[in-house]
T-cell receptor, first 115, second 114 residues
């Protein structure tokens, strides 16, 4: 297993279109996180899953955003009716809930550009 | 609520010189502290973490950080930097119960001058 993978790495879309990002976590990790990073800022928490349950959502996650993790493995983040303000890097991370390592392993991100 | 302040948005340093990147945090509960590095067009990689125990933490690539509870700081240091250390560095905090949700600072861009 080579780590967290995200697809696509880059997405350019027109305003109003829908986009979907996929994240495949490290296989034995039961927790999965989505973050958004805009230019010049640190990553901001969007939501996280433990197995297939979505346990927390940030107020940043408007009703145009939806995330799923249907079988407790990969996750998708969908943005409907994209706006220019959605342009950002979307980062996925995974972790194990057991143990004391408390480390998030990040993927390389999916960069979204909304024209 | 927790917050992280990285006062220095950019730090230029000559190659082989020492560097310190500053991080201060605010939290009403006990915290875990982290430093992540982000190279251009890549995700974040953990440099080091403080969970408990010794306040001086050593990480990868020769970096270390010291947790100072009274000053609510977790500054990152390296005695001699290399060109390959050019990157964005993020300090982050999480509470010490529940999940691993991180609150990040705004980052410090470290530029190494040859």
């Amino acid at each position: 297993d080579t780590g967290v993978s995200q697809d696509p790495r880059h997405k350019i879309t027109k305003r109003g279109q829908n986009v979907t990002f996929r994240c495949d976590p490290i296989s034995e990790h039961n927790r999965l996180y989505w973050y958004r990073q805009t230019l010049g800022q640190g990553p901001e928490f969007l939501t996280y899953f433990q197995n297939e349950a979505q346990l927390e959502k940030s107020r940043l996650l408007s009703d145009r955003f939806s995330a799923e993790r249907p079988k407790g493995s990969f996750s998708t983040l969908e943005i409907q009716r994209t706006e220019q303000g959605d342009s950002a890097m979307y980062l996925c991370a995974s972790s194990l809930s057991e143990g004391t390592h408390r480390e998030l392993f990040f993927g390389e991100g999916s960069r979204l550009t909304v024209l | 609520a927790q917050s992280v302040t990285q006062l220095d948005s950019q730090v230029p340093v000559f190659e082989e010189a020492p560097v310190e990147l500053r991080c201060n945090y605010s939290s009403s509960v006990s915290v875990y502290l982290f430093w992540y590095v982000q190279y251009p067009n890549q995700g974040l990689q953990l440099l080091l973490k403080y969970l408990s125990g010794s306040t001086l933490v050593k990480g990868i690539n020769g970096f270390e950080a010291e947790f100072n509870k009274s000053q609510t700081s977790f500054h990152l240091r390296k005695p001699s930097v290399h060109i390959s250390d050019t990157a964005e560095y993020f300090c982050a905090v999480s509470n010490n119960f529940g999940n691993e949700k991180l609150t990040f600072g705004t980052g410090t861009r470290l530029t190494i001058i040859p």
